[in-house]
């Protein structure tokens, strides 16, 4: 018998006057699941997170956690970060978890162990009596997953969470974010641009584009659908020149910048040694010629073109 999921959203419709930021959802996320929730800048996902979670009125549609749709019984299932989380500044980053905990109702010695516990979660024990107010990006982040994770949640929902981070803080909440999944068995939703980050990071994707689900399904399900075939980066002294070639080549579509410095081409029938000849017979200083494999990137651009 297939388990209750952690989070199924019906018909979720919200509309901002005219503007209707999100239309008919339906999203369903596994328990166990990390699921990558993509889409364009102004797609809906932060609405539509807001609205499931019931920080914001929907105008339609249903919201079962675990099964419940009685959003309050349920909320202490689910820790969340909607956008950047916001902390006071003069406060150490233990005295912020510490409020927080007081303002949903815990206190004593059960709150100190809490707190401490999540601290020890997201590694900024060392850190805890700093104020907050001189923390990294990074450390901010890790805090607002730290107080997310606060009375043991069994969802976490994240908006964005390596938003603006450098490389090493990205890293570091990408380790974070598996951990907690593969350790701790909490099932994640997030939130990202960072799209080669999600393919490595999430097992399940929904692809928003205009408050509409356009496509959904495991990875591999996403990568092995469509047009996927005959894809190559191919790298040339003069990338200009290798891009003019490569408008007058009939069947070639240029899918825009590959890997180290590469042209990433979708080649379909044309096998690699008549692609080489065309581009040599053009002129062009052809230096590498990579086969290589479609990508979430390659996906979201199909689905949200
Ligand atoms: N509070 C609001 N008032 C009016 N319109 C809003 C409000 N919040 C969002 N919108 C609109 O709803 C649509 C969806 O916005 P939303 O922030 O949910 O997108 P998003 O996918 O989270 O984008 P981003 O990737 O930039 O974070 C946009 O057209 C946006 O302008
Ligand atoms: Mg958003």
Partial sequence: MAEVPALEIR???????KVIAVE????????????????????????????????IRRDTGTVRLFGDDRLVGARSK?????????????????????????????????????????????ELTERAQHKAGGYSLGMRQRLGIARALMGGPKLLVLDEPTNGLDPRGMREVRELVRSLALHDGITVLISSHLLAEVQAMCNRVGI???????AE???????SEGAGDGIVEVGALDMGALSAAVAGIEGVENL???????????????PLYALNAQLVGQGVQVSALVPARRNLEDVFMEVTR
Wanted: proline share 2%; aromatic share 4%.
């Fill in 11 to 17: 018909g979720l419709t919200r509309r901002y006057g």
């Fill in 24 to 55: 008919d959802l339906d999203l369903t996320v596994q328990v166990g699941d990390i699921y990558g929730f993509l889409g364009p800048n102004g797609a809906g996902k932060t609405t539509a997170l807001r609205a499931a979670l019931g920080l």
């Fill in 78 to 122: 689910v820790g969340a970060i909607i956008e950047t989380p916001a902390f006071h500044s003069w406060m150490s980053g233990r005295e912020n978890l510490l409020q927080a905990g007081q303002l949903s109702g815990l206190g004593g010695v059960a709150l100190d162990r809490e707190v401490d516990r999540v601290l020890e979660r997201v």
């Fill in 208 to 214: 928003l584009q205009r408050g509409r689900l356009r």
């Fill in 217 to 223: 399904g495991t990875v591999a399900e996403l990568l």
């Fill in 256 to 270: 825009g910048a590959g890997a180290e410095g590469r042209l990433r081409l979708r080649c379909g029938e044309l």
